[in-house]
């Protein structure tokens, strides 16, 4: 099973893709795991972004196909992966089909958690307090200003790739404002029919 999880900052990706992982044995691949893995394992890519990194700039999409690419031969990948938080542009989007396509491999399922944005903040303001109430730390992005920084960049940059899988007629949709229960019975329901 080999999927990408679409949505804004705070849409329920990352308690979704656990949920995945654990019911299916798959690997949740996010980028900056996979960046800081390969920097710390001095593999020929890492070194690359290593460098870019340590001067302060941004990583290339070059640089991150690279490192997906190397995380894809890994054993542990071969069930099946998650990407979450890639592909964050169409041109992510293109390099990613073009990889999968290379290895002989395609995306079982492109699912995007639709969220209503003005929403949003309150979910990350209870999800701090949350935190706040069982005495553990909360999460530097669930700063309401730097919420807000994330989902003007999501909207800026990312948005654009759920129309680009749905032109292809691969996006499923489902809400994401929906209980957690529910939203795990809908992504069930998807992969079921993949």
């Known amino acids: 099973m080999r999927l990408v999880l679409l949505g804004p900052p705070g849409a329920g990706k990352g308690t979704q893709a656990l949920r995945l992982v654990q019911?299916?044995?798959?690997?949740?691949?996010?980028?900056g795991d996979m960046l800081r893995a390969a920097v710390a394992a001095g593999t020929p890519v890492g070194l690359k972004a290593k460098a870019v990194m340590e001067s302060g700039g941004l990583v290339s999409d070059e640089i991150v196909i690279g490192i997906i690419a190397e995380r894809l031969d890994q054993p542990d990948a071969r069930k099946g992966f998650i990407l979450d938080?890639?592909?964050?542009?169409?041109?992510?989007?293109?390099?990613?089909?073009?990889?999968?396509?290379?290895?002989?491999?395609?995306?079982?399922?492109?699912?995007?958690?639709?969220?209503?944005?003005?929403?949003?903040?309150?979910?990350?303001?209870?999800?701090?307090?949350?935190?706040?109430?069982?005495?553990?730390?909360?999460?530097?992005?669930?700063?309401?200003?730097?919420?807000?920084?994330?989902?003007?960049?999501?909207?800026?940059?990312?948005?654009?790739?759920?129309?680009?899988?749905s032109a292809r007629g691969q996006l499923q949709q489902i809400d994401g404002m929906a209980p957690i229960e529910k939203v795990t019975q809908a992504i069930d329901s998807i992969l079921e029919t993949a």
């Open 23 to 31: 019911r299916h044995g798959i690997v949740q691949l996010s980028t």
């Open 85 to 165: 938080g890639f592909p964050r542009t169409v041109a992510q989007a293109d390099a990613l089909d073009r990889l999968l396509t290379d290895k002989g491999l395609k995306l079982d399922a492109v699912i995007e958690l639709k969220v209503d944005q003005a929403k949003l903040l309150d979910r990350i303001l209870n999800r701090a307090a949350e935190a706040k109430a069982k005495g553990e730390p909360v999460r530097k992005d669930d700063d309401p200003e730097v919420f807000k920084t994330r989902l003007e960049a999501y909207n800026r940059d990312t948005a654009v790739v759920a129309p680009y899988y």
